[in-house]
């Protein structure tokens, strides 16, 4: 199990791979982030080597999977952190999957049975995100599905849900509803405030509410959090208004830990 219920579990790194040397940058720093509070937390690095699903058909999308792997290979090699990624169709799953820790379904592919298979099958951890259209108890079937064939590891990803045109609103009950359909938990704080397709073409964002959305979800019970980060979010390719600045990570980043450090100790019951 990948898991480990003693520590608080961290997902972060940029939206998009981009580049081979931002990712070294951002895993460099997740890294040593990791040795100054591994008593405390699980860092997972995550990226995207394709973004599927932009607003527009003109968007960057990525290095593509080829050289994606690649570096994840690299990063797993150089720092030792576990990487995960999303997947956007089953063909995908198992060559991913020989590299990756973690397969990640996004949200607007939770639904898809094929995927979620597939996904499951490879005996690798999934993370399913909630979609921005479900109810929170309904993630039991997309769990359904990614157990079908075997006991696979599945963690379940508060982002938010459609509130009208082009915003969101993060709904807290959906922490303690989704634990009772599988551990861990994790909130979204950077897709968690997006603006979707507000952005002239492409998403918006205000990145000022990721500490809100991100302590809120650990008051409510979330065991992780995710967390998108980069050097420079006004150049980013993809999300560049719901990415944290690498530079302000790590005292976000404690602070979440200190919340959950404190509530655990407190026996906090949500």
């Not at 050289?67 to 995960?84: C, H, N, R, T, Y």
């Not at 551990?183 to 994790?186: E, G, L, M, R, S």
């Not at 409510?220 to 998108?228: Q, R």
């Given at each position: 199990m990948?898991?480990?219920a003693s520590r608080f579990l961290l997902i972060s790194g940029p939206c998009s791979l981009e580049s081979r040397d931002l990712c070294f940058s951002v895993a460099e720093a997740m890294a040593a982030f990791q040795e100054a509070h591994k008593e405390k937390v699980q860092?997972?690095?995550?990226?995207?080597?394709?973004?599927?699903?932009?607003?527009?058909?003109?968007?960057?999308?990525g290095p593509g999977m080829e050289?994606?792997?690649?570096?994840?290979?690299?990063?797993?090699?150089?720092?030792?952190?576990?990487?995960?990624?999303?997947i956007h169709s089953p063909e995908q799953a198992a060559p991913?999957?020989?590299?990756?820790?973690?397969?990640?379904?996004?949200?607007?592919?939770?639904?898809?049975?094929?995927?979620?298979?597939?996904?499951?099958?490879?005996?690798?951890?999934?993370?399913?995100?909630?979609?921005q259209f479900l109810a929170p108890g309904d993630m039991q079937y997309a769990v359904n599905k990614t157990t079908a064939n075997s006991p696979v590891e599945t963690w379940l990803t508060e982002r938010g849900t459609t509130f009208g045109y082009g915003n969101l609103v993060v709904d807290m009950r959906s922490i303690p509803?989704?634990?009772t359909i599988a551990?861990?938990?994790?909130i979204d704080a950077s897709h968690g405030i997006q603006l979707p397709g507000a952005g002239s073409g492409q998403s918006s964002g205000q990145r000022d509410l990721i500490p809100t959305i991100a302590r809120s979800g650990i008051a409510?019970?979330?065991?992780?959090?995710?967390?998108?980060t980069h050097p420079d979010p006004a150049n980013a390719i993809s999300d560049k208004d719901s990415q944290w600045p690498l530079a302000q990570f790590s005292a976000l980043a404690s602070s979440c830990i200190q919340l959950w450090d404190h509530l655990q100790a407190n026996c906090f019951e949500t």
């Open positions: 990948l898991y480990d860092v997972i690095f995550k990226g995207s080597f394709d973004k599927a699903n932009r607003t527009s058909a003109s968007s960057k999308r050289d994606g792997l690649a570096w994840f290979q690299e990063i797993k090699d150089s720092f030792g952190l576990p990487v995960l990624t999303d991913v999957a020989e590299v990756c820790d973690v397969l990640q379904i996004p949200a607007f592919l939770c639904r898809q049975t094929d995927l979620l298979v597939a996904a499951g099958e490879t005996g690798r951890v999934v993370n399913i995100k909630k979609g509803v989704m634990k551990t861990p938990v994790i409510a019970g979330a065991d992780g959090l995710f967390l998108e």
